[in-house]
Every structure is written in structure tokens, then in C-alpha cells.
């Protein structure tokens, strides 16, 4: 494919580089026919180790290395509706690009949903994605993502808001709070999201909220 856009990179080892987007298998409809994509890259002069999409229609977001595999995080949909779609969560191995799980779900509540960015704790057996997800009131909210590195299940998951302003105007400015990115210092996580601001939903905001790893206080 001429369309390969790239979202994510992580390093494994020094010796590879992993990156993450889609590969888009048609124009029409304009980018919505995509397939989640992987490429692994020496890192001395970049000469190609492998390349491989998952047989799932969607796109993947973010990318994390843990041992010998890699887990990549992003959105899953029917080819060509981008609008309705749930958090995709799937492991490859390093070593020749080989998809050892794949997991599709949809948080509770959530009409559709996806995944911004994860991180991988090996020595807690975890990982933690934040993303999104849109109720059937049509509020966003942002979510943090427990998932156990065995079998790639969300074993928990919690909401984090900013603020959960309203227009009083229907159907206009709904509370919109984006999961947008995470990271960890092997104890706690520290999570980025995007929310409204207090009495004007047009004025955004960052916030930073911070959790112990597989405790969530």
C-alpha cells in the first residue's frame, strides 16, 4: 500500500525499532479502510527486520515493549466506519513479527470506544492504556486501562475527569474528557488528559492524575 501512516515507535533492546500506525488498503472511502500495521527496523542503519498487519480492520495507536514481545494498542472497526469502534489490545512477538494474541473489547457503557497510549510493566505483569469513550448520552470520557499481559484482558479499568461541564443548549457541548497519554517511574502512573472547561465547554484543559500501578488510589 502507498498509504502507511505511522503513530507510535518504541525501541526493544537497543538493537530494533518498532512502529505502529495502519495501512490504509484503498482510497475510497478516503482512509477509513485500514488494517493496523507494525514495522520492525534495525537501529544501527534501519535496514527492515520485518513488516506485518493485523488481519483485524482498524488502526493501532501506540506501542510497547516488553521482553521478548510487543503489545500494540488502538482502535478496531468494520472497514470504513472509523465513528463506531472499540479498543483493539494485541501482543506480536520481536522475533519475526509473529501475532501471538489479539483481544477486542468495548469498556462498559460505552457505545464506542479506543486507545491512546499504553505502557508495559513487565515485573507487574501489566500494562495500562488511556483512551476514550463515548456513552450513549453522547459524554466522552477518558479512561485508564489495566491489562494483564498473559491473555491481554482489561482486568479493570477507571475514568479520570477534569470537569464534566454541560451547555445547557441540547445535543451541543457535551462533556468531552480525552485519555491522551501515559507513562510510568515502575511505581505509579501518571496519566494526561484533555477535559472542558468549568462553565465554558469551548475552553480545554490539561490535567495530570496520578495512580499506583495495580492499585489504581
Known sequence: SAHMPGNAVAVAHVTNVIAAGYTNLSTLPAFTNNLPFLMCLETTNGTLRWATNSTNSG????????????????????????????????????????????????????????????????????????????????QVHAVLAEIDLQTLAVVSFVTNYI?????????????????????????????????????????RQAGIFRYRAKNFY
Do not use: M
Open 59 to 138: 488502526h493501532y495507536n501506540s506501542v510497547a515493549v516488553y521482553g521478548d514481545k510487543v503489545i500494540a494498542v488502538g482502535a478496531a472497526y468494520a472497514q470504513g466506519n472509523t465513528l463506531q469502534s472499540s479498543n483493539l489490545i494485541e501482543q506480536w512477538s520481536i522475533a519475526g513479527g509473529t501475532q501471538t494474541l489479539s483481544f477486542i473489547t468495548n469498556l462498559p457503557g460505552g457505545c464506542t470506544s479506543w486507545l491512546s497510549q499504553v505502557i508495559a510493566i513487565e515485573s507487574l505483569d501489566r500494562a495500562y492504556a488511556v483512551g476514550s469513550l463515548l456513552d450513549a448520552n453522547q
Open 163 to 203: 470537569s464534566t461541564y454541560n451547555t445547557v443548549l441540547p445535543g451541543v457541548g457535551k462533556s468531552t474528557n480525552y485519555g491522551k497519554a501515559i507513562t510510568t517511574d515502575g511505581v505509579d502512573l501518571y496519566v494526561a488528559v484533555e477535559g472542558p472547561g468549568d462553565g465554558n465547554f469551548q475552553d
